[in-house]
Antibody
């Protein structure tokens, strides 16, 4: 069965960096676009970034552009999110999600990892 | 950027009743590329509906989606106790950016 397991969250000071990872299993990872979506405490969902199956196409939300970098390693079935210059408003649960084969909706989600940005 | 507005913010109903949740878009969503998700406390969202009206794998047929253009609806025909949750719509017809609605909380009356 499809499994997505995020890791790497934690407490970081404003201006700091963190790298999230998402380990995928149960499907052919290299066939699918992947995405990161976040949810601030008590708030709604916010799309962060997505990456094509080969890694050649990448998009970011304006709120993270220039600070976050999405990447993938198809040999390791893994997705990453490098987060730099973190701000208090980046505090959220970060979900890794598989993009459905045809269109840009999300058919499988990980359990999420909490990132807290605070001094 | 397409802004999605969900209504009502909170819906209070009893098990067995019919629920109608709305999602309005600030501009037309091309090809009806709209999805609905259910989220329960402490859990990740779950895909219910994609392409406005197609049920995702394993989703009961009491869930249905409809609409086009700027007006979309999620209907739950007869509420089961496990259906009380927060529901989000998401558009992918004009992306990036992909956008979500702010959510509708469906609570037990």
């Amino acid at each position: 069965q499809v499994q997505l397991v995020e890791s790497g969250g934690g407490l970081v000071k404003p201006g700091g960096s963190l790298r999230l990872s998402c380990a995928a299993s149960g499907f052919t990872f290299s066939d699918y676009y992947m995405s990161w979506i976040r949810q601030a405490p008590g708030k709604g969902l916010e799309w962060v970034s997505y990456i094509s199956s080969s890694g050649s196409t990448i998009y970011y939300a304006d709120s993270v552009k220039g600070r976050f970098t999405i990447s993938r390693d198809n040999a390791k079935n893994s997705l990453y999110l490098q987060m730099n210059s973190l701000r208090a408003e980046d505090t959220a649960v970060y979900y890794c999600a598989r993009v459905a084969m045809v269109h840009l909706h999300f058919d499988y989600w990980g359990q999420g990892t909490l990132v807290t940005v605070s001094s | 950027e397409i802004v999605l507005t969900q209504s009502p913010a909170t819906l209070s109903l009893s098990p067995g009743e019919r629920a109608t949740l709305s999602c309005g878009a600030s501009q037309s969503v091309s090809s009806s590329y709209l999805a609905w998700y259910q989220q329960k406390p402490g859990l990740a969202p779950r895909l219910l509906i994609y392409d406005a009206s197609s049920r995702a794998t394993g989703i009961p047929d009491r869930f249905s989606g409809s609409g086009s253009g700027t007006d979309f609806t999620l209907t739950i025909s007869r509420l089961e106790p496990e259906d009380f949750a927060v529901y989000y719509c998401q558009q992918y017809g004009s992306s990036p950016p992909i956008t979500f609605g702010q959510g509708t909380r469906l609570e037990i009356k």
